[in-house]
């Protein structure tokens, strides 16, 4: 049945699926937003209603819902072949994407292990750092170090390099054990790294760090500069480095990839996400050459990876994020990114003016308005978001942090839209807070 009410839907819903991050005993009654189609920046609800996609479908989307261009990308592909296999043999369209991705990552001479989620683009990329040294006969460099707030996906070893959080202290005991330093709501987390760095490097398979923008934890930003401290000196003392650009990688902070802000090169980059443009999924393990040439030796020998998806480098999916690399250009997104973060830094100062704010952090698209709820009050990120929600605006919180994520595509009038949006949101829960007995 294709027919019904939004509330018709989500009672299947609710009788079908299991949402991530969702309590389902409270899904039917939270007035779910159940997705019929979407065309360029919105989104449309099997009532019909138009929502405003401000956080880009969980920061995937880029250049708008149902592109025409990226929608013939995609058909052609469709018409050649879904998909094959890249254990032991390989398609064009896989071999197309490495190539043109090869012209825009900051990593040298790079290689590209394909998988399909940004957490198993991490796990890859830890295994990699561990048999890296292990083919170089190292086998006592298996500590990570990671920063506090981090986060790196869901599966267990990027939950391990990730910080907590989100009721998934749950899990420790799975998690394997992390040399954690600050994140990025510590103005000295670089200095405070590398002195951790100093003493411990020698047990390091590897650093990693999100560059720029740690996203999860609430949009914590820092500063270029840092980054490429902390980048240098781990690169300085022969550790790897990954950085994981699933969130910050394909335009969101200003430029195709934070690293490049940074003006770091890492040994190992994550990329996820934004990279079929929130089309399809696809995420990659880009390696180094000095990496990827540990990992040569004789057929079926111990330097092999042994490591691969079913889905791994999906001709549908790599043919869409080759057209979408292209269009990213053709159309002039990265620096119409710049243009709009500029735009949305000026359009939340409204929001930043409000006394139930505490701050706004940004960089490039990437935003987190964090509220400042009086004490005893409770879930004001969901409220606030629930309120933009009604009014034709999606958002969703990260505790008492509303992100705001609009994709590349955003114009000035949509992004007018989201900060009034903002303001009349805060401004009904605060005033709901004190109207309550
Ligand atoms: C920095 C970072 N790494 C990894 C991930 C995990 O990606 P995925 O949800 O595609 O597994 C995320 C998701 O938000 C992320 O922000």
Redesign the pocket.
């Known amino acids: 049945m294709q027919h019904g009410t939004a509330a018709q839907w989500a009672r299947r819903d609710a009788a079908a699926v299991w949402h991530g991050f969702t309590q389902m005993a409270a899904y039917e009654q939270s007035a779910p937003v159940i997705v019929e189609r979407g065309e360029g920046n919105y989104l449309y609800d099997t009532d019909g209603r138009r929502y405003l996609d401000a956080i880009s479908s969980?920061?995937v989307m880029t250049l708008g819902h149902a592109d025409p261009d990226l929608n013939r990308a995609a058909t052609e592909q469709l018409h050649r072949i879904s998909h094959s296999t890249l254990l032991g043999n390989g398609n064009t369209a896989a071999i197309a994407l490495a190539e043109v991705l090869r012209a825009v990552v900051p990593v040298a001479d790079p290689h590209f292990l394909f998988a399909s989620?940004?957490?198993?683009?991490?796990e890859q990329a830890i295994k990699i750092a561990f048999q890296y040294w292990h083919n170089q006969g190292v086998t006592d460099r298996t500590a990570y170090l990671a920063l506090g707030s981090a986060?790196?996906?869901?599966s267990v070893g990027?939950l391990s390099v990730g910080d907590g959080g989100f009721g998934t202290d749950l899990f420790d005991p799975l998690r394997f054990g992390v040399l954690r330093t600050p994140g990025y709501d510590d103005p000295d987390w670089a200095a405070r790294a590398i002195s951790v760095l100093d003493e411990h490097h020698q047990e390091l398979a590897a650093a990693v760090i999100?560059p720029l923008v740690q996203?999860?934890a609430g949009i914590l930003v820092t500063d270029p500069d840092q980054v490429a401290a902390f980048a240098g000196a781990v690169q300085a003392r022969g550790v790897p480095l990954i950085c994981?650009e699933?969130?910050?990688g394909f335009g969101r902070t200003g430029a195709l990839f934070a690293s490049e802000l940074c003006g770091i090169r890492p040994d190992l980059m994550?990329l996820?996400?934004g990279i079929t443009g929130g089309y399809v999924p696809l995420?990659a393990t880009v390696a180094s050459s000095d990496v990827y040439e540990e990992f040569l030796g004789e057929d079926l020998g111990p330097r092999t990876f042994y490591h691969g998806h079913s889905y791994s480098g999906n001709a549908l999916a790599c043919a869409v994020a080759t057209r979408h690399l292209e269009l990213l250009f053709e159309r002039g997104l990265i620096d119409r990114a710049a243009e709009a973060a500029e735009h949305l830094g000026k359009a939340l100062a409204p929001v930043a003016a409000l006394p139930t704010v505490k701050e706004v952090r940004r960089r490039g698209l990437m935003t987190g308005v964090e509220l400042d709820p009086p004490e005893g009050a409770s879930r004001w990120g969901r409220r606030v978001c629930a309120a933009a929600v009604r009014t034709g605006v999606l958002l969703r919180p990260l505790g008492d942090v509303v992100v705001v994520m609009p994709p590349l595509s955003i114009t000035d009038t949509e992004i007018d839209t989201i900060a009034a949006t903002l303001v009349t949101a805060i401004q009904a829960v605060a005033a709901e807070e004190h109207a309550e007995p």
């Open positions: 969980l920061w989620d940004g957490a198993a683009a991490v986060y790196h996906g869901d990027s999100e996203g999860a994981d699933v969130a910050t994550c996820g996400k995420s």
